[in-house]
């Protein structure tokens, strides 16, 4: 991936963070002083989000420093791949959180507060569609298949993830939500959570083994 490519999803990275800063602070702050547990919950989660951003940032800012270092010969894409490598690991790890307390609620239900969450929920769509624009949706196709290519921007890749992870789980949430309240099934909420939890493992796992071909240099042949 050339230069320029990778100055402009360091910018677009950086727009993101300052964006989910935004938006965390007013969740936070909203959902303290209107007493919404949803609203509060959301924005401290979406703290995760800054963090996955800020490695993904810090991997493009340490690599444009050690292309600057002439006594050593350091591979730039590695430290990138890496850093997509330790941020699919984290989405990993989220998918099989999300899975785990779905379960938990499966088998001990309890109330939804329905205006809240459905709030929290089309919120968050909207500002991961926002990330999505800022990152570029015609890369959708691309970033969700999981083939391997060498001069992938890896790290750039795995924050892509993370935003669609969050956005599916939104849609499903709302639709979940509304099916609750016109039918009153409330276990679909839970159900909801583990379908994404599935597919987002799903994701996690192939982005994890394609950066791993990456760091490793294993030669995948082309089947023909």
């Known amino acids: 991936m ?8 360091e ?18 702050i909203i959902g303290k002083m209107s007493n919404s547990m949803a609203l509060f919950s959301n924005g401290v989660h979406m703290a995760a989000h800054i963090l996955v951003f800020g490695l993904t940032y810090a991997a493009y800012v340490i690599s444009r420093k050690v ?15 890496l850093a997509g490598y330790t941020s699919s690991v984290l989405l990993l790890i989220t998918a099989a959180h999300i899975i785990f307390e779905s379960a938990e609620r499966l088998f001990q ?3 939804v507060a329905f205006h809240d969450a459905i709030i929290v929920a089309v919120c968050a769509l909207l500002i991961n569609l926002f990330c999505i624009f800022i990152m570029g949706a015609h890369q959708i196709n691309c970033h969700v298949c999981h083939c391997h290519d060498e001069h992938e921007d890896y790290n750039f890749k795995s924050a892509y993830m993370h935003v669609m992870a969050d956005i599916l789980t939104s849609l499903l949430t709302i639709a979940a939500l509304i099916t609750i309240k016109f ?24 982005l994890v083994k394609v950066t791993v071909i990456n760091l490793v240099d294993i030669k995948v042949e082309e089947k023909n």
């Open 67 to 81: 292309e600057k270092i002439k006594t050593h010969s350091v591979n730039q894409e590695k430290i990138r791949t």
């Open 11 to 28: 910018k677009k990275i950086l727009a993101i963070i300052i964006l989910t800063i935004f938006a965390m602070s007013a969740q936070v």
């Open 183 to 206: 039918t009153g099934i409330t276990f679909l909420d839970a159900l909801v959570g583990i379908i994404s939890g599935l597919v987002i493992v799903k994701w996690a796992i192939g």
């Open 2 to 9: 050339d230069n320029q490519a990778i100055k402009k999803n």
């Open 109 to 111: 239900p309890e109330a």
